[in-house]
């Protein structure tokens, strides 16, 4: 009995924080592919609108805050910057934290005409 306990903290106390920490990992580098690819939309479509509408329902199936904001350096190129913050706790206490302003802007490919 006790020893069940007590693999129940440890896991609790080690495996639960690793996999929130994963997670808040890669819904980072996810969070970055789909700026990534919305902003190198504008190559194709020329559409601002249609990318604010669908970036915002990319941040909202992520579940995460949809306030970004869009610049347009040039005509085929869009800068795209995002606030991201997320934590992790266990037992009420907070124990990883990460906030980063993400950036991206369309890149140039070796398939681009000019």
């Keep these: 009995m006790v020893r069940n306990i007590v ?6 106390v080690i495996g639960v924080p690793s996999w929130q920490i994963g997670m808040i990992t890669l819904q980072k580098k996810k969070t970055g592919y789909v700026l990534q690819e ?3 939309k504008i190559k194709k479509y ?5 990318i604010k509408r669908d970036l915002t329902k990319e941040l909202e199936l992520l579940g995460l805050p949809t306030q970004f ?19 992790a ?9 990460v906030s980063e302003i993400m950036e991206k802007v369309t890149e140039d490919s070796t398939f681009d005409s000019k």
């Design 46 to 50: 020329d559409n601002e609108e249609l």
């Design 7 to 12: 693999i129940v903290l440890i896991l609790a």
């Design 69 to 87: 904001k869009m610049e347009r350096p040039e005509r085929f190129k869009l800068k795209i910057s995002y606030n991201y913050s997320a934590s």
């Design 89 to 97: 706790s266990v037992f009420g206490k907070t124990y990883y934290e």
């Design 38 to 40: 919305q902003a190198n």
